[in-house]
């Protein structure tokens, strides 16, 4: 049962644009939640993280929101730029501890010039 | 430069062969985990390990062993390969010993295994 799930594989947006990426989840007892970055032939990076006692944290141009009644998170890239096309990984965990993280199947993202 | 590396990227081996993915870190990380992935697929965590002689089995069952002889190295070990095995293995690191929460993980590149 994937308890974390990004229903979309992929994403195209031009360059300058808005990306919105959305994660659900399933687990009611997540309390921390991250998002990863991955281009191709590389690991995943880490981007940006949330704790359930926020709704929404900002760093830079990525934004990530958490709506724990909807058990929902999205990630925000404004402006797009080139660079932002990568597989986006979303992943929860039930307290302290990067061996309970649970991830998502990732979203490709493709900005366009 | 990568602080975590992983050796070899690619591999193709026959059934039955022992093979050994290498990874080490330079941040003197105390924790590191193994995991797999296989493609369009989530990272499921197979092996980690708390400290030199510490080792944990992940969520995901695997037939790979571990060890951790040393802080700055985690290598993976199959006794045996086989076509199921065929996958991408990516190490990663992270340093509990500051944070107070989750400290992210740094990833290396990963092996990319392919059993025939």
């Known amino acids: 049962d994937q308890q974390v799930k990004q229903n979309s594989p992929s994403l195209s947006v031009q360059e300058g644009r808005i990306s919105i990426l959305n994660c659900d989840y399933t687990?009611?007892?997540?309390?921390?939640f991250l998002w990863y970055k991955k281009y191709p032939a590389e690991g995943p990076t880490f981007l940006i993280s949330?704790?359930?006692?926020?709704d929404k944290n900002e760093d830079g141009r990525f934004t990530v929101f958490l709506n724990k009644s909807a058990k929902h998170l999205s990630l925000h890239i404004v402006p797009s730029q080139p660079g932002d096309s990568a597989v986006y990984f979303c992943?929860?965990?039930?307290?302290?501890?990067?061996?309970?993280?649970?991830f998502g199947t990732g979203t490709r993202l493709t900005i366009i010039p | 430069e990568a602080d975590i590396y992983q050796t070899p990227r690619y591999l193709v081996i026959g059934t039955g062969k022992k093979i050994t993915l290498e990874c080490s870190q330079t941040?003197?990380?105390?924790?590191m985990y193994w995991y797999q992935q296989d493609p369009g697929m989530e990272l499921h965590l197979i092996h980690y390990?708390?400290?030199?002689?510490?080792?944990e089995k992940g969520d995901l069952s695997s037939e790979s062993t571990v060890s951790r002889i040393r802080t700055e190295h985690f290598p993976l070990t199959l006794e045996s390969a086989r076509p199921s095995h065929t996958s991408q293995y990516l190490c990663?690191?992270?340093?509990?010993?500051?944070?107070?929460?989750?400290?992210?993980?740094?990833f290396g590149n990963g092996t990319r295994l392919t059993v025939t």
């Open positions: 687990n009611s007892m997540f309390d921390y």
């Open positions: 992943a929860a965990s039930r307290g302290f501890g990067n061996e309970k993280l649970t």
């Open positions: 990663a690191s992270s340093d509990t010993t500051k944070f107070f929460n989750n400290s992210p993980l740094h």
């Open positions: 949330i704790s359930s006692i926020k």
């Open positions: 941040m003197g990380h105390d924790k």
């Open positions: 390990s708390y400290g030199v002689n510490s080792t």
